[in-house]
Structures are given as structure tokens and as C-alpha cells.
């Protein structure tokens, strides 16, 4: 459901009309989805027909939004046909069709199966083919079956009248043909008659009267109805025609329970016996809901029944019993729960109406509110507008401290050089005065944005830059000689002797130069012009630290810190950022995409030098600390104020002490493990701890060795070989360099406790 957006243009009778369709629509998502309608076309009403639904209604109330549509035709065939066109005509999803009689009805249910509708057949047979599923019993049998009782109660001897059922109807056509099959059998046995009936006990009890009355059944032995209803109507008209005379025996079909059902007339031996026709309105709703939810169903489905005499009448008519107080207790139980949703119902109405009112008077309110949010919309643009404004004031900014940076900075280099401190008064005045009038260019800029912002940041923070004494820079990071040749197994690897190296990323050459000419004296730089190729050249030579410009093509500044940031390999180095953007959210996002500095254009070299030299001590504090052995105690823990491990250490680290035992692990194989190349893992370990990994994989060697001697337990051999050392000679000398000790010397010391 869409509902239409509120637009401050809108009048107060708009807004009324908007709240009322708006609760129109919540009363509607209130209401149930609907689901299925099946419609239920009986053939007649009796008391067979009555149990079924009720049984299918019971069934529905385990189905959330079933709908059942009852017709009886009253075993008028016309009348069905146009039941059965009117429940189609209604919108029902599926048919239950008892058919009246086996031809007369067909068309009509062709008709509802050609439009999509599925048909249950039910009972009674038609003689189309155009059904989805037929269920019954079998009636056949059920003649049959009563045809062999008969002739067993009459010692296969005796005269019999039967009482037909509709005439035309597949049940009463199948249990006349089963059971004139059983008395075949029985030459002794003669079916006196065979009358034709509809069903109904009037109808049985006018036949048999009319033909009692021509004197033609002074001799019956045993009486057959179709059903239990034509076998009472013959009772009531033999007792009728002949009270003084002794009764036949009676028997029907139907065994229904309840007061006048067939099981409690067998038991108080109204009727000898009967025979149980299933309704199974239960299962018949159930196979309408799998059709529906199109689950696999059987198209044939013949019901199971049995014989009733007295022997079990009693029994089944408890069982009948119990099932009926069920039956009706579920039926109370779906009443109160009715009456409950129903006053659910009514509650969310009531609830809904008292919303709506609350909404109505607060249309009001609305009618205001929206007139303010005009004029917040109003002063939103404007506020874009001056965004808009500042973003080109920004970027004119940039364009414009670049070159000033480029001025100014060599400007300055250039005054401290000796030739010009010896050159003419006149010279160094007229330099003195470009120099004065570069940085009133530079102020001019700033307050160019200090009125676009509105704030006076940007203009203080060039202020405070070029108030700033000079810093004292440190000395250059001397990092000693080249490492001693070591090993990661027996072989020896050669360190390469490095100095720390920059990496200057910007997309003005000038630039490029200007800052390569400030730190090539100190530092061995590199360059890249723009984001993407500084972050390959990064993830290539693995540099001691970044300069780079914020506002460049391809990628920015920010971008590129954030993805040096979050690169194993790179993650490590300091990145300073240099840009003309100067306002505090501006270093806001340089800050949080990672960087270690921020340094505005323009700005002075030795403010540029001290930033770099700083971050390069913090990150010498790091490598001492790795520095720092204590031979004597390999396993003593870090003082708590110390740094926090690298968590790419505690990797190296971990990776180190899985293999340790492996005399041929290499640097490749450590590099594999982590996800980096030998040279990207030699320059992370390296810029990290100021150790090769070899150095440390032989440390830790070590190390483990002094704990495991210490501890006692193992002979000096076995320790070597279990750190990985493949010669314990080899171990020995390592041993004795790193601690000034041979390894049985700390044998014979105390075991620690």
C-alpha cells in the first residue's frame, strides 16, 4: 500500500480528505484476507445430509478463511442445475456437487468445470467425465453385502421385498443391482417385489401401503430399504395394514447416529439391521483445501463402511455419542470465539474512529506545522545555496594555496640560503617585500572564506599557522648497520641496508617537486600523481610514511588514506595530508578517514619536517620496544603501561609458535600464511620492530629454548631439534650469541618453580 505524501502546499480540505482516505485504508488492512468459497450443492435434505454439513462446517473452523455456501435441491433435478449456475455465478473457488440423478445434472457441472472451477463429485455419479475428484462408498457392496445378511438371518429360505431408492440415482441403480446378485445365490430365497421410492420414509411407507393394500404381501419375511428412512416408512405401513399379524424383519442403509439414526433404531430393534453410508464431511472439506492449495489428492476415493446389527449397535452408538458431545463442545467453543472476534472487531472500530477524531483535531496543528515547514524549506534551499557557495569558494581555495604554497615555501628556502643572506640590502628589501605580500595574499583567501562560512576559522587557524615558531627539528633516524646475516632454518639470509623512505602523493608536479626538494635531503622519496597509483606504489616499496594532497583526480586524498588504512600490507604507515581545505569539519574527515597529521596549505617546510620527523620517532618508540630483551626472562610480561601489541604482530607471532618446530619454515612460508609476499613482509616486520623476520623467528627460537631449559626436563638436543633448530651445534652458538651463555650453563642453574 502506497500512501501519498503531505506536500506543504496543501490546503486544510485537502489534508481532511488525505486522513479520511488514510483511515479507509487502515480500516481495510485491518480487515482478513480472504480466502477460499466452496459451495455445497446437495441433492435433497434429510437427516444424512444434514450430519454432513454440519461435519463439513466443524471442519471449516480449522481453516482460517473458509467459506461454505449450502444449496439442497430437494431431489428436484431443475432446481439443482440452477443452484449449482448460481453458486458458480456467486464467485465460489471450488464445487461440491451431490448429483440428483445421474444424467439430469451434468450439464451444470460441465459448465462450472469449463470456467476454471474444480468439482468434487460426491455419492452420486454422474455421467461426465468433467470432475476433479469423486468420493463414496461403495454402494454396489453395500447392496451386496445386505443381500448376504438377509439370506443368512433366512437360513437361505424365504420371501423378500425390497424398497427402492430415486429413481436414476447411481446409488439406488449399484445397491439394487449388489443386492439382487447375493439373493441369486439362494434359489429358496424370491424377491417378492421391488418398489420404487425417492429416498423418503413417506415415500416407502405410500408404495408399501398401496401394494399391501392389493393384498399381494401376505408372506414377507424380511424387508429391504435402500435407506433407513424407506425401511421405517415400510414398518410404519405393514404395522398400518396388518397390527394383528407378526412383522417382517426391517433393514436399511444410512447407520447414522443421533436420536432417530440407524444405529439407535438397530438397537432398540426397530430395523434388524443397517448398514453405515459414511458422510465424512471432514475428510471432504479437506480434500477441497488440498485442491485449492494445489497439493497432490487422489481423483477416485471410495470411503470405507460397515454393517450394523445388534451385536455392535450399542458400541458404535457410545462412540456416536462421545463424537456428538465433541462435536458440540467445539461447536460452543467456535461460538465464543466468534463473539469474541466480533467484539474485537467492534473494539477496533471504536478505536479507529477515536484516532480519527484525535487526527481531525489535530488538523490544526498540521495546517500550521506544514506552513512552517514552507518556510524551513525556504531556508534549507537557502542554506544549499550557500553550501553550493562555499564548495566553490573551496575549491577556488585550493587552486589558489597551491601555488601560494609553491611561493611562499621556496620563498623561504630561498632566504635562508647563504648566497642570500650575503646579497645587496636592496635585494634582500625587495624579497622581503614578495615575501610580505605573498602572505597578504594567503590572509586575503582565508577571509575570503571566513565570510563564506561564517565563522572565524578558517582565517584563526592560518593565524595561529603563521604565528608558530619554528620547530626544532630532530635528528634524522639514524638506523644503524646493516642486520647481522641470520637464518630461518640452516640457511643464511643477506638484509639489505635501507634508509627511511617517503612517499609523495599529488597531482601538481610543481608540487611534487617542491616537496621532493624539502625532504630529499633527509628522506629517499617517492612519487605518484594521483590516489590509486600512490596506493599501488604504496602496496609495492611499503614506505616509512605518506604525504599526500586531499583534492586529486582518479582518487582523493580521503579515499586513498582510508584504503591504506585498511590494507594489511599498508595499514602500518603514517599518512600526512596536505589541503587547502582548512575549516574544522574539513579535518574532521581527514582525521576520520585515518590520517596521522593534517597540515593546511600553505604551509611552512619546517612545520612539514617536524610533523614527519614526530610521527617517525612515535614509530621508533615502537621498534624499541621490540628492542628491548630481556635474555634472562623471555616470558616476562609487558609493563601495563606500555603500547598494545600490533595485531598484526600478535598474527606474525602466532604463526611463528604453530611452526615453530619446523626447521624448514622460510620467510615465504610465514608470508603465505599471512597473505603477503616475501618483500612485503619483510618491509611491514621491518618498519614495525626494525627486525627482520628472520631475526625474530630466531628470537622467539630462542626464547622458547631458554624457557624450556629453565623448566628442566629435556636434554639440550632434544630442545634444539623441538624449537627447530636442525643441528644442535648450530643451536648452541645461536644460543650463546643471543644470551652469552651456552645452553648447559642454564641447565645447571635452579629449575624455576
Known amino acids: 500500500m502506497t500512501i501519498p505524501r503531505i506536500h506543504p502546499g496543501m490546503t486544510f480540505t485537502s489534508i481532511s480528505l488525505y486522513l479520511i482516505l488514510l483511515l479507509c485504508l487502515c480500516a481495510s488492512c485491518s480487515k482478513q484476507k480472504k480466502g477460499y468459497c466452496i459451495g455445497m450443492s446437495q441433492c435433497s435434505e434429510d437427516i444424512w445430509r444434514n450430519w454432513q454439513n454440519q461435519e463439513l462446517r466443524m ?48 450439464p451444470a457441472i460441465d459448465r462450472a468445470y469449463d470456467r476454471g472451477i474444480p468439482v468434487i463429485v460426491f455419492e452420486r455419479k454422474t455421467d461426465s467425465q468433467k470432475y476433479t475428484a469423486f468420493v463414496s ?26 424398497i427402492l431408492g430415486l429413481k436414476g440415482s447411481s446409488p439406488a441403480d449399484e445397491r439394487h443391482k449388489g443386492f439382487l446378485d447375493a439373493i441369486g445365490r439362494y434359489p429358496q430365497i424370491k424377491v417378492v417385489a421391488s418398489l420404487q421410492g425417492d429416498w423418503t420414509e413417506e415415500t416407502a411407507h405410500k408404495a408399501v401401503k398401496t401394494w399391501l393394500s392389493r393384498g399381494e404381501g401376505e408372506t414377507i419375511d424380511f424387508v429391504f430399504g435402500h435407506n433407513d428412512r424407506t425401511a421405517m416408512g415400510a414398518r410404519r405401513a405393514f404395522i398400518e395394514s396388518r397390527p394383528s399379524d407378526g412383522l417382517p424383519l426391517f433393514c436399511g442403509i444410512d447407520g447414522l447416529p443421533g436420536q432417530n ?29 488440498d485442491i485449492l492449495d494445489g497439493k497432490p489428492y487422489q481423483k477416485e476415493i471410495m470411503l470405507t463402511s460397515a454393517l450394523v446389527t445388534r451385536d455392535n449397535a450399542q458400541v458404535l452408538l457410545l462412540e456416536s455419542d462421545e463424537v456428538m458431545r465433541q462435536s458440540e463442545k467445539l461447536e460452543m467453543l467456535q461460538q465464543k470465539a466468534s463473539a469474541y472476534l466480533q467484539q474485537l472487531g467492534s473494539q477496533r472500530i ?28 525556504l531556508a534549507r534551499e537557502r542554506g544549499k545555496m550557500e553550501r553550493e557557495q562555499l564548495d566553490f569558494y573551496t575549491q577556488v581555495s585550493h587552486q589558489l594555496r597551491t601555488p601560494l604554497t ?57 593565524d595561529s599557522q603563521e604565528q608558530q615558531p619554528g620547530f626544532d627539528l630532530a635528528t634524522q633516524p639514524d638506523d644503524g648497520p646493516a642486520p647481522t646475516p641470520a637464518t630461518a632454518g640452516d640457511g643464511r639470509e643477506q638484509a639489505p641496508e635501507e634508509k627511511t623512505t617517503l612517499l609523495i602523493v599529488d597531482d601538481n608536479a610543481d608540487m611534487r617537486s617542491y616537496l621532493r626538494s624539502i625532504l630529499q635531503d633527509s628522506y629517499t622519496t617517492l612519487e605518484a600523481e594521483d590516489g590509486q597509483r600512490g596506493l599501488e606504489t604504496a602496496r609495492q616499496q611499503v614506505p616509512d610514511l605518506i604525504v599526500s594532497d586531499v583534492m586529486m583526480p582518479v582518487m582523493n586524498g580521503l579515499d586513498f588514506c582510508q584504503h591504506v588504512k585498511s590494507d594489511l600490507v599498508t595499514s602500518h604507515i603514517p599518512v600526512i595530508l596536505l589541503t587547502a581545505r582548512a575549516l574544522s569539519r574539513h579535518q574532521i574527515e581527514g582525521y576520520e578517514s585515518g590520517a596521522d597529521a593534517y597540515i593546511t596549505k600553505p604551509f611552512q617546510p619546517d612545520v612539514l619536517l617536524a610533523r614527519i620527523s614526530n610521527l617517525l620517532r612515535s614509530r621508533r618508540v615502537l621498534k624499541n620496544l621490540w628492542g628491548s630483551h630481556q635474555p634472562q626472562q623471555p616470558a616476562a610480561p609487558a609493563p ?57 623467528l630466531r628470537k622467539a627460537r630462542l626464547a622458547s629454548a631458554m624457557e624450556q631449559l629453565q623448566r628442566g626436563g629435556l636434554s639440550v638436543s632434544e630442545i634444539a631439534y623441538k624449537v627447530g633448530f636442525a643441528s644442535p651445534s648450530y643451536f648452541t652458538k645461536c644460543f650463546k650469541d643471543e644470551y652469552g651463555v651456552v645452553p648447559g650453563d642454564v641447565r645447571k642453574q635452579e629449575p624455576l618453580s
Not at 621556496?410 to 605573498?438: C, F, G, S, W, Y
Open 59 to 106: 471442519e471449516a473452523n480449522f481453516h482460517d478463511g473458509v467459506e461454505l455456501r449450502f444449496a439442497a435441491a430437494l431431489d428436484d433435478s431443475k432446481r439443482q442445475t440452477e443452484q449449482i449456475d448460481s453458486l458458480v455465478e456467486s464467485g465460489i473457488d471450488l464445487l461440491i456437487v451431490a448429483p440428483n440423478q445421474l444424467q439430469s445434472v451434468s
Open 137 to 162: 462408498a461403495d454402494n454396489y457392496e453395500m447392496g451386496r453385502q445386505m443381500g448376504q445378511y438377509i439370506a443368512t438371518r433366512l437360513h437361505g429360505q424365504g420371501r423378500v421385498l425390497e
Open 261 to 289: 439414526g440407524g444405529i439407535r433404531l438397530v438397537r432398540d430393534s426397530l430395523l434388524d439391521a443397517s448398514y453405515i453410508y459414511p458422510t465424512r464431511g471432514d475428510q471432504l472439506l479437506q480434500l477441497a483445501i
Open 350 to 377: 471504536i478505536i479507529m474512529l477515536a484516532t480519527g477524531m484525535a487526527l481531525l483535531l489535530l488538523l490544526l496543528l498540521l495546517a500550521i506545522w506544514l506552513y512552517q515547514r514552507q518556510r524551513a524549506r
Open 406 to 462: 609553491l611561493i611562499e615555501g621556496p620563498l623561504a628556502l630561498l632566504a635562508d640560503t647563504p648566497e642570500m643572506q650575503q646579497a645587496r640590502e636592496a635585494t634582500a628589501e625587495k624579497l622581503d617585500i614578495v615575501r610580505r605580500n605573498t602572505r597578504q595574499l594567503s590572509r586575503l583567501v582565508n577571509k575570503m572564506l571566513d565570510v563564506q562560512a561564517g565563522t572565524g576559522e578558517a582565517t584563526a587557524l592560518e
Open 640 to 696: 601495563r603501561d606500555e603500547a598494545p601489541e600490533d595485531p598484526f604482530i600478535q598474527r606474525f607471532k602466532q604463526v611463528i609458535s604453530q611452526h615453530m618446530a619446523n626447521s624448514d619454515l622460510s620467510v615465504e612460508d610465514i608470508g603465505s600464511q599471512l597473505g603477503l609476499s616475501r618483500v612485503q613482509l619483510y618491509r611491514k616486520i621491518k618498519a614495525l620492530t626494525g627486525c627482520t623476520p628472520v631475526d625474530l
